[in-house]
């Protein structure tokens, strides 16, 4: 086991942790919910819940890889200053940010989800604009240590896969929410995969404590 990951294994949903700063970043992210549902803007809702549960799904996963192969997860967050270490490599801040991440990428879409940048559809210039943006501030964090990364195949010098995978999924999936036609399957879709994220942790935190 790495010394990042026994470092995150240590303070893994350790209730000692929490700042009171927690309480006013919450009130932040139900605010901005609470503005969006007010003005009736689903479609802007339900990107950020999507882009939210997209994030849920990828730490899970991570989680579980730390589980069998008891090294490291493939990113981690190991720094002792959060105020809740709630997987291994996800605290309650950057889940938070998470949570308000597909509002703000959503709020600059274009109007008219057909409209072409360069020749190029506009969701997909976002998409892979942000992704690149989320890459470059995530590699800065990796530079300060306040994110970890243990495999040659996930790293600064290979940033590749934490755009394909870390990323571009999560601003792919917020977006084609966000144009659904109708507000029903917006709302089914967000449940689909928020139902799925709360199953995969119940079996494997609750039921199996792998992760």
């Not at 929490?18 to 139900?30: E, N, S």
């Not at 967050?77 to 801040?93: D, K, M, R, S, Y």
């Not at 995530?138 to 790293?155: C, D, F, H, R």
Request: proline share 3%.
């Amino acid at each position: 086991m790495t010394e990042s990951a026994a470092q995150a294994l240590s303070i893994l949903r350790d209730p000692s942790q929490f700042q009171w700063y927690v309480i006013p970043l919450l009130l932040i992210v139900i605010y901005i919910y609470n503005v969006e549902i007010g003005r009736k803007n689903w479609s802007i809702v339900f990107a950020g819940l999507a882009l939210w549960g997209m994030d849920w799904f990828n730490e899970i996963w991570n989680a579980l890889v730390f589980h069998f192969t008891n090294y490291a997860p493939v990113w981690g967050a190991p720094g002792g200053n959060t105020a809740f270490l709630i997987l291994v490599g996800l605290n309650i801040e950057i889940t938070m940010m998470f949570a308000i991440m597909g509002i703000a990428a959503a709020h600059s879409l274009p109007e008219d989800k057909h409209m072409k940048i360069l020749g190029i559809n506009n969701r997909v210039v976002f998409a892979i604009g942000y992704s690149i943006l989320a890459v470059i501030i995530e590699i800065i964090l990796n530079a300060a240590g306040a994110l970890t990364w243990e495999y040659s195949w996930w790293s600064a010098r290979c940033p590749w896969l934490v755009f394909l995978i870390g990323y571009l999924p999560f601003f792919a999936v917020s977006f084609w929410v966000h144009d659904m036609e109708s507000t029903k399957k917006q709302a089914l879709t967000v449940a689909a995969i928020l139902g799925f994220d709360l199953a995969c942790l119940i079996i494997f935190g609750g039921v199996l404590g792998w992760i």
